[in-house]
């Protein structure tokens, strides 16, 4: 086992923060994970994978465990369907791809997502209006305390808008190894409705897509509005929209009638954070290295140098800001390592 000292983890998280590691290692099975949360040296430990939903703001004083299990599998299937069980350290667009080439369908609406498999159940990803519980069957963690691998189904994890038991009760208690899905192998459901791809297909010329063009849709929006971290760091959204009651909604539309929103389906209203945190007139400004991309104000963006104490700096602003003008408060999405 090779356990390294003060390593860099720039290369290990999306937004680019040159925090460090004081002890770093692979872990790339199984049997390997079990021996190394046995080690009593090291009694401190802390996981990364595909760092793409954190903002590291110091040094991490511990073992960082880069999780790198790999592999595609299926493990059940019938002429209509399939369950596939992929390894938590798969790249989450990867297996997207790899659903494509044989036909899967159920995850074209959530390609591009940066960041791995075993991290896609504990924010429950979401783009384009589809969501990881939609095809999720359950997921293996392996609790840290003990060592032992546990299953979870789909209801145990308490899914919600960015939301999991993974952030909540379970949070830093399990390691997530493996993620079951399951997909369609035909009479595939299409997720079409959300604006911006209805528009993207018209765009080239497609009136009956197929799971490829919805992917190649989502693909050309993504690449127009959000920066990819390998050339600009960010964490995707670092904000989740505020949902707010029908009482609150109707004040601020009374006073901000152009304002987009969604009606939830339990009588409440959600609001765009992008559109709120544009009209506080950050969407585009740089403070230093940290800023707010301009192309979609929800994205703060590291434009090299910029420490995580300074996003996380950036990022209060923005919540006092759009707090003082609408009375929203609008909560990271990103998990913020303090
Ligand atoms: N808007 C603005 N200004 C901005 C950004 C957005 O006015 O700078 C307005 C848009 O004009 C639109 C509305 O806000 O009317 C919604 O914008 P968009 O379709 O870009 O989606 P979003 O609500 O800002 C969410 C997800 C994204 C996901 C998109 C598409 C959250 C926190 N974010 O963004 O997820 O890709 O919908 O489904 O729910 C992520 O989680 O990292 C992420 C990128």
Same mark, same amino acid.
């Given at each position: 086992?090779?356990?390294?000292?003060?390593?860099?983890?720039?290369?290990? &998280?999306? #937004?680019?923060?040159?925090?460090?590691?004081?002890?770093?290692?692979?872990?790339?099975?199984?049997?390997?994970?079990?021996?190394?949360?046995?080690?009593?040296?090291?009694? @401190?430990?802390?996981?990364?994978?595909?760092?793409?939903?954190?903002?590291?703001?110091?040094?991490?004083?511990?073992?960082?465990?880069?999780?790198?299990?790999?592999?595609?599998?299926?493990?059940?299937?019938?002429?209509?369907?399939?369950?596939? /069980?992929?390894?938590?350290?798969? &790249?989450?667009?990867?297996?997207?791809?790899?659903?494509?080439?044989?036909?899967?369908?159920?995850?074209?609406?959530? =390609?591009?997502?940066?960041?791995?498999?075993?991290?896609?159940?504990?924010?429950?990803?979401?783009?384009?209006?589809?969501?990881?519980?939609?095809?999720?069957? =359950?997921?293996?963690?392996?609790?840290?305390?003990?060592?032992?691998?546990?299953?979870?189904? @789909?209801?145990?994890?308490? #899914?919600?808008?960015?939301?999991?038991?993974? @952030? *909540?009760?379970?949070?830093?208690?399990?390691?997530?190894?493996?993620?079951?899905?399951?997909?369609?192998?035909?009479?595939?459901?299409?997720?079409?409705?959300?604006?911006?791809?209805?528009?993207?297909?018209?765009?080239?010329?497609?009136?009956?897509?197929?799971?490829?063009?919805? =992917?190649?849709?989502?693909?050309?929006? $993504?690449? =127009?509005?959000?920066?990819?971290?390998?050339?600009?760091? *960010?964490?995707?959204? #670092?904000? @989740?929209?505020?949902?707010?009651? /029908?009482?609150?909604?109707? /004040?601020?539309?009374?006073?901000?009638?152009?304002?987009?929103?969604?009606?939830?389906?339990?009588?409440? !209203?959600?609001?765009?954070?992008?559109?709120?945190?544009?009209?506080?007139? !950050?969407?585009?400004?740089?403070?230093?290295?940290?800023?707010?991309?301009?192309?979609?104000?929800?994205?703060?963006? &590291?434009?090299?140098?910029?420490?995580?104490?300074?996003?996380?700096?950036?990022?209060?602003?923005?919540?006092?800001?759009?707090?003082? $003008?609408?009375?929203?408060?609008?909560?990271?999405?990103? &998990?913020?390592?303090?």
């Amino acid at each position: 086992m090779n356990i390294l000292e003060n390593i860099s983890l720039k290369p290990y &998280n999306t #937004f680019g923060i040159d925090a460090k590691a004081r002890f770093f290692v692979d872990i790339t099975g199984l049997v390997q994970l079990q021996k190394v949360l046995e080690l009593k040296a090291y009694p @401190k430990k802390f996981i990364i994978s595909g760092g793409s939903n954190m903002l590291l703001t110091k040094d991490i004083d511990a073992l960082v465990m880069h999780i790198k299990l790999e592999g595609i599998s299926i493990v059940d299937e019938n002429e209509d369907t399939v369950e596939i /069980k992929a390894m938590a350290g798969e &790249n989450w667009h990867k297996l997207v791809l790899w659903c494509l080439d044989r036909g899967y369908g159920g995850i074209e609406n959530l =390609s591009l997502i940066p960041g791995n498999v075993g991290t896609a159940p504990i924010q429950n990803i979401g783009a384009y209006g589809v969501e990881l519980k939609d095809v999720f069957v =359950s997921c293996t963690a392996m609790e840290m305390a003990t060592g032992e691998l546990v299953a979870f189904d @789909k209801d145990e994890c308490h #899914f919600g808008y960015r939301e999991s038991i993974f @952030k *909540n009760e379970a949070k830093g208690k399990y390691i997530i190894t493996s993620v079951n899905l399951r997909l369609t192998k035909r009479d595939h459901e299409l997720h079409t409705g959300y604006g911006a791809i209805e528009g993207e297909l018209k765009n080239m010329g497609i009136v009956y897509p197929t799971i490829r063009d919805i =992917s190649d849709a989502v693909i050309a929006i $993504r690449r =127009s509005k959000l920066p990819d971290p390998k050339e600009l760091g *960010n964490s995707g959204s #670092f904000f @989740k929209n505020p949902v707010i009651s /029908k009482k609150a909604f109707d /004040k601020f539309i009374k006073k901000n009638p152009k304002a987009p929103h969604y009606e939830t389906n339990d009588d409440q !209203f959600k609001i765009p954070a992008g559109w709120l945190i544009e009209q506080c007139g !950050f969407k585009g400004k740089r403070f230093g290295d940290a800023g707010v991309h301009d192309k979609q104000a929800l994205v703060l963006v &590291n434009y090299g140098n910029a420490t995580g104490q300074e996003i996380l700096a950036l990022s209060e602003q923005i919540q006092e800001e759009v707090h003082k $003008r609408f009375r929203i408060k609008i909560q990271p999405e990103v &998990n913020i390592i303090k």
